[in-house]
């Protein structure tokens, strides 16, 4: 299938994806598409977030609905307020051209009177987290018995969080008569028991990712001692000025460990994790969104729901349990054309784990040494100087301070000047780092290759130091 148009979906829904710009199905569209559409067999897909899936199910549910039946004809089931909502405002745009089209979602956090009196008009596609469904269908406001089709979206991360009991009270009260879509980035064991559970003869297929991540991410691995974990991440920030990213941990506990750590060193740092409320999540993502921060600290069902094309890094703690697991979170960086970068935190024993990954996936990791104190002193250096010789110097707003500030200075000397002005800004960095220990596990080596010698720059007046560093 080439172009969408082969699908023989409904115009207006043409018409909606075009002006969209999808005009090339991913992989994953392209074998579920025409699935959907010509047959009612249950179906499995290992799809990785990316891929385009919301469109492989959204955009045949919406053909396929009865707009003049009022009653829920498409159940859609997904582990996070955040993706629930992102789901619906994504079916709501693949359908916007469709009169008498009603797309509901239903998630916690959120007012359940203001669900059911929607849910009264009459919704033919509810999408809803599994436990306020589960509430709906108690208190008898949400009748799934006539539901054509379920989605099980995220179907591992819906399990991961413990809904296993609400998605089989859920399943139980839909007719026997249906279709069932089960979308999972990895199959787990518990994957499979529903698969066996809950669905008959599914048609199974795999898409790859529909970005081209993979090719845009270095992928790197640090060896050290566990106990030196949380010093690798704090080097790594440190050498990376500008970093945009998120670490990764296996537990709650974990994350907040790390989190408060970073914070209390001082670091543009905060968590998302399970035992957060609502609304402290939401505002955690709001400040992660918009860059007021600049490390999240979070788990992987956390982080769900979670998306943002621009992070420069992507760090695993530690390995997670599932190869599958770490491909997903590498593929959070290295979106939209840009290069991103991959690192894990090792230790000896997990180097066959590396290597499993490397050949299940074609990946190739790059060992390299965790930087030395040296090293992030010359870097966050660099980084100052570069940063005050490209200021812009307003003249206007500060001409009016400068006599002051000439005479209070003029008993220092230019090279003394400088001295002064850059110990403002990097006597942290020297004094913690003074007699920072290798805390590499021995190894192969790095090499580096030799760097450019810089072209000598003009010296600057004294006075012209002054209002460079002052802006």
């Known amino acids: 299938m080439d172009n969408f148009k082969q699908t023989r979906l ?18 994953i569209q392209a074998k579920t598409i025409p699935h959907l559409m010509a047959s009612a067999h249950d179906l499995i897909a290992t799809a990785q977030t990316g ?14 609905t009865d707009i003049e039946d009022r009653r829920t004809q498409t159940l859609v089931l997904c582990p996070t307020r955040e993706l629930c909502m992102q789901i619906t405002k994504d079916l709501g745009n693949f359908s916007k051209y469709i009169n008498g089209m009603n797309i509901l979602a239903v998630y916690g956090g959120a007012s359940i009177q203001a669900q059911i009196k929607s849910l009264k008009k009459g919704a033919q596609i ?4 599994p436990g306020r469904t589960k509430d709906l ?42 279709q069932t879509l089960l979308f999972s980035a990895t199959m787990s064991k518990r994957v499979v028991e529903i698969t066996k559970s809950y669905m008959n003869n599914p048609l199974e297929i795999a898409a790859a990712r529909m970005n081209i991540a993979a090719e845009n991410v270095q992928h790197i691995y640090y060896m050290v001692n566990a106990k030196d974990r949380y010093e690798v991440i704090k080097r790594i920030i440190d050498i990376n000025p500008g970093i945009y990213g998120i670490v990764f941990c296996r537990t709650r506990r974990e ?18 994790h399970g035992d957060l409320s609502q609304m402290q999540r939401d505002e955690v993502m709001g400040r992660f969104r918009n860059r007021q921060l600049q490390i999240l600290v979070a788990t992987d069902v956390a982080a769900r729901g979670l998306d943002v094309d621009d992070l420069s890094h992507v760090i695993n703690f530690n390995l997670p349990d ?20 991959s690192i894990i ?22 060992r390299e040494t965790v930087p030395s104190g040296l090293d992030i002193c010359k870097k966050r ?10 200021v812009e110097v307003d003249e206007q707003q500060i001409g009016q301070f400068m006599p002051d500030i000439y005479k209070k200075l003029e008993w220092l000397e230019r090279e003394e000047l400088i001295k002064h002005f850059v110990s403002t800004e990097f006597n942290r960095y020297l004094s913690y780092y003074k007699n920072a220990r290798d805390i590499n596990i021995s190894g192969d080596s790095m090499g580096g290759g030799k760097k450019q010698a810089r072209k000598a720059k003009p010296r600057r007046s004294t006075e012209y130091l002054i209002r460079r560093f002052l802006c």
């Not at 099980?152 to 991961?160: G, N, S, W």
């Open 345 to 366: 935190i090792i230790h000896t024993r997990e180097v066959r784990k590396i290597r499993e990954i490397e050949k299940k996936f074609s990946i190739t990791f790059i």
């Open 255 to 272: 994350t907040k460990e790390v989190a408060n750590k970073l914070m209390h060193d001082g670091y543009n740092a905060d968590t998302l």
């Open 51 to 64: 891929t385009g899936k919301t469109a492989a199910f959204g955009l045949p549910s919406i053909h396929l």
């Open 10 to 27: 409904h115009p207006d829904i043409l018409k909606a994806i075009t002006k969209m710009g999808f005009e090339t199905p991913t992989p």
């Open 126 to 129: 509810v999408i809803g987290t």
């Open 322 to 341: 599932d190869d599958e697991i770490y491909v997903h979170r590498s593929g959070r960086t290295g979106r939209a054309g840009k290069k991103g970068i």
């Open 381 to 390: 250096l660099y980084t100052l100087i570069g940063k005050v010789e490209n």
């Open 137 to 178: 269908i108690k208190r008898k406001r949400l009748d799934i018995s006539h539901v054509a089709r379920v989605v099980l979206d995220e179907a591992d991360e819906m399990l991961t969080m413990g809904f296993k009991k609400d998605l089989e009270m859920i399943l139980a009260q839909t007719p026997q008569e249906k």
